[in-house]
């Protein structure tokens, strides 16, 4: 059984940054994905970036401002968010695919794990 605790929320003005967190428990492997989607009122859960073993997965939307990484040794990855947008506003969730030979990253139905969520609120 794996558990997902994300922190690292909050309200930014637009350009600004913040940093989510994502510790896991469990046995997280190198070789499952673990990702970051977002889900904004209104509209279906997408996703945001991925990574597995050391390769990094992003939707378009947010290529060149987020970046996502993980700490093996503490079972955590994490997305920095730079030039962060009111678009960007949602909850984001983080989520781990435990079969190692899925390489859909973008399809929530292939994670079988997930956070609570953390709200991120960009203000113009």
């Known amino acids: 059984q794996v558990q997902l605790v994300e922190s690292g929320g909050g309200l930014v003005q637009a350009g600004g940054s913040l940093r989510l967190s994502c510790a896991a428990s469990g046995s997280i492997l190198r070789s499952h994905a673990m990702g970051w989607f977002r889900q904004a009122p209104g509209k279906e859960r997408e996703f945001v970036a991925a990574?597995?073993?050391?390769?990094?997965y992003y939707a378009d939307s947010v290529k060149g401002r987020f970046t996502i990484s993980r700490d093996n040794a503490k079972n955590t990855v994490y997305l920095q968010m730079n030039s962060l947008k009111p678009e960007d506003t949602a909850v984001y969730y983080c989520?781990?695919?435990?079969?190692?030979?899925?390489?859909?990253?973008?399809?929530?139905?292939?994670?079988?794990?997930w956070g609570q969520g953390t709200q991120v609120t960009v203000s113009s």
């Open positions: 990574i597995k073993w050391s390769s990094t």
């Open positions: 989520a781990v695919d435990v079969d190692i030979y899925d390489y859909s990253f973008n399809l929530p139905g292939n994670y079988d794990y």
